[in-house]
């Protein structure tokens, strides 16, 4: 029986589930709309796929490395419950180690991917919602390279609550990208050096502080001089090389480095840019109750 777009329309509408499984369903049941609907509630996707308008703003980040190859990925869940569950953090091993090996350019090509088992990344996940019973998404990651005369430096917070990787040049001393990476999660700056600053954007921050600075009555022949000390210290609060090193604040980071030098790092804080629902549990129970 040939499968019409309207009979895959129709049997999306029934159980919320993607395109293509509905395509995949009818398929296999020769068109059979009930025998259709069967299968994916048998295979837990019409389940799954109900979950799609939820929030999933908690997860994980998780942070893997092979050889000269590591990625960093975030997962998101409902629930912080779920985060802490073993089939969870299972799934952010497994979709770490296939990252890695299949080493994807977009998101989108990571969800299409094939997986060792035959099924795509992004079916992989929904099984896993399935069994988990809660909205999970692959959210983002990124895949790095380093030579053999770099480190990787690898640093999970509160369980993976934020996780960065970073990649340090002219060392194999993984305890120092390690405390690079570390620093980065504390402090979260957002260049390497002061001249990855554009040019724009420094400005912007000197007319800021020089219309402060008059405002505050100061002498104008003062004020260029007072502007650029205050704006060492805007470069200091978002250029990593500029900060107090977070383990022993006498020192910038520079210093800590000696020779080796940070090529790139990247930072994820679980649920960053996510607007979370706000529940109230009190009312939602009061209006069980009144029911």
Known sequence: MAITAQLVKELRQKTGAGMMDCKKALTETDG??????????EKGIAKAAKKADRIAAEGSTIIKADGNAAVILEVNS?????????GFKELLSTLADHLIASKPSTLEDALASKMSNGSTVEEYI????????????????????????SA??????????IGVLSVVSGTTDEDLAKDIA????????????????????????????TQQALQEGKPENIVAKMVEGR????????????????????????????NAKVETF????????????????AEEVMSQVKK
């Open 32 to 41: 059979d709309m009930d025998k259709a609907v069967d299968l994916l509630r």
């Open 78 to 86: 409902e629930t912080d419950f779920v985060a802490k569950n073993e």
């Open 126 to 149: 929904t099984s896993a919602m399935a069994r988990i019973g809660e909205k999970l998404t692959l959210r983002r990651f990124e895949l790095l390279t380093k030579d053999d005369n």
């Open 152 to 161: 990787f430096g690898a640093y999970l917070h509160m369980g993976g609550r």
């Open 182 to 209: 570390m620093h980065v999660a504390a402090v979260n700056p957002r260049y390497i050096s002061r001249d990855q600053v554009s040019e724009e954007e420094a400005n912007h921050e000197r007319e800021i502080l």
């Open 231 to 258: 704006l060492n210290k805007f470069f200091e609060e978002i250029c990593l090389l500029d900060q107090p090193f977070v383990k022993n604040p006498d020192e910038k980071v520079k210093k800590v480095l000696g």
């Open 266 to 281: 990247v930072r994820y804080e679980v649920g960053e840019g996510i607007e979370k629902r706000q529940d109230n549990f």
